[in-house]
């Protein structure tokens, strides 16, 4: 390479993590390379796929939080975010379902996400498809939770580095490190949340998804499945961890039948998620997908003090279900995109939302 000094070294995959022979990612030269111009775009690039590919140690993870996120005290919000960290096996947008219908069932809710890294359609292209508009400032998102007690995170809430960092590794993408984004994704976001209740596969450990949140002050709730998935599923035992470290089994047949299979959780193909995910949110469709969103709704609730029982909050998930509530919510959101704000038929258009 030519030109200045770099300020991070091209990083090879093996000395990502402690213990492996290496040293860790400097992160807080890996910024300050990318804002004086001193890191080149193939070091970046080499950086971000060498930790995509194997990810950081714990302490690893924790750095580079620490590292992009402002110092400083965080706009308070209080609302409970639902984020799942990828990874398992491929189920439609359960954690956006939830948000929907914890929201119509009575917690205050903000939706962090991402666009599709690992997966077909992430929570940013499916809101694209339905016109459901994201929040342009902390004032907007405060002003949503108001009306709607729902209000999908735009860019803003994230660091601007990120947004930095993506304009100058073009015409690299930032979908091709979706193995590391998706992991730190959930903790990135500026807010000071009421609590947050992150989807875990297995991904990353317990400990580390512990780590991340303690290094945010989040009050974090975990939900994992048997299957590995990054949410509760009704089709075989989960487990919810609270925020004391307590875990609680859901095995099917006591808050739910069980009934169906994972292939009932399945994603709709791009050109029917809108129309799979309204028919989710109204109950028309396998028992199966009812129960896995009413489990990971009833989390929500349980974390925003609306229910006082997983039984309890399960019962209201079922209920804003049943009575046409979370569809209702859903359709009016998806009429109230600012005009103008066109969406492109791959869901990209209007604000963004999510990890860049």
């Known amino acids: 390479m030519t030109g200045a000094p770099v300020a991070v070294d091209p990083v090879p995959v093996t ?73 398992g096996p491929s189920t439609m947008n359960v954690s956006t379902a939830a948000a929907v219908v914890a929201a119509a069932a009575g917690a205050a809710v903000v939706k962090s996400g991402s666009r599709a890294y690992t997966s077909v359609l992430g929570s940013t292209e499916l809101l694209g498809l339905a016109g459901v508009a994201t929040t342009t400032s902390t004032d907007d998102l405060r002003d949503r939770l108001a009306r709607h007690r729902l ?21 690299v993408g930032m979908k091709e490190f979706g193995g590391f984004l998706n992991v730190v994704g959930p903790y990135l976001p500026a807010l000071g949340l009421r609590a947050q209740v992150t989807g875990r596969s297995g991904r990353a450990t317990p400990e580390a998804v512990r780590r991340l949140a303690t290094g945010r002050g989040l009050t974090q709730w975990v939900c994992s499945s048997d299957l590995g998935a990054d949410e509760l599923l009704s089709v075989c035992p989960s487990t919810v961890t609270h925020p004391d470290g307590r875990t609680e089994r859901i095995v099917p047949g006591t808050l739910v039948t069980g009934a169906g299979s994972l292939e009932d959780l399945r994603p709709a193909e791009p050109g029917r998620s809108v129309e799979h995910f ?29 229910a006082p029982t997983l039984r309890d909050a399960c019962a209201s998930a079922h209920e804003a279900i049943s009575s046409g509530a979370a569809h209702g919510l859903f359709e009016t959101l998806r009429g109230q995109a600012p005009a103008g704000a066109a969406v492109t038929r791959d869901g990209r258009g209007g604000a963004d939302h999510g990890v860049v």
């Not at 809430?157 to 073009?170: H, K, M, S």
């Open 15 to 87: 000395d990502v993590r402690d213990g492996d022979g290496g040293r860790p990612v400097d992160w807080v030269r890996f910024w300050e390379g990318l804002d004086d111009g001193t890191a080149t775009a193939d070091v970046l690039v080499g950086t971000l796929a060498a930790v995509s590919q194997e990810l950081p140690d714990d302490d690893g993870l924790v750095a580079f939080v620490r590292s992009v996120v402002p110092d400083g005290p965080l706009p308070a919000v209080d609302a409970v975010n639902i984020v799942g960290i990828g990874g």
């Open 151 to 171: 209000a999908f995170a735009g860019q803003h809430v994230y660091p601007r580095g990120l947004t930095r960092l993506a304009r100058r590794i073009v015409p």
């Open 278 to 306: 309204a028919a989710a949110l109204a109950g028309d469709l396998a028992v199966a997908v009812t129960e896995t969103i009413v489990l990971n709704a009833a989390v929500v609730l349980l974390a925003s003090g609306t």
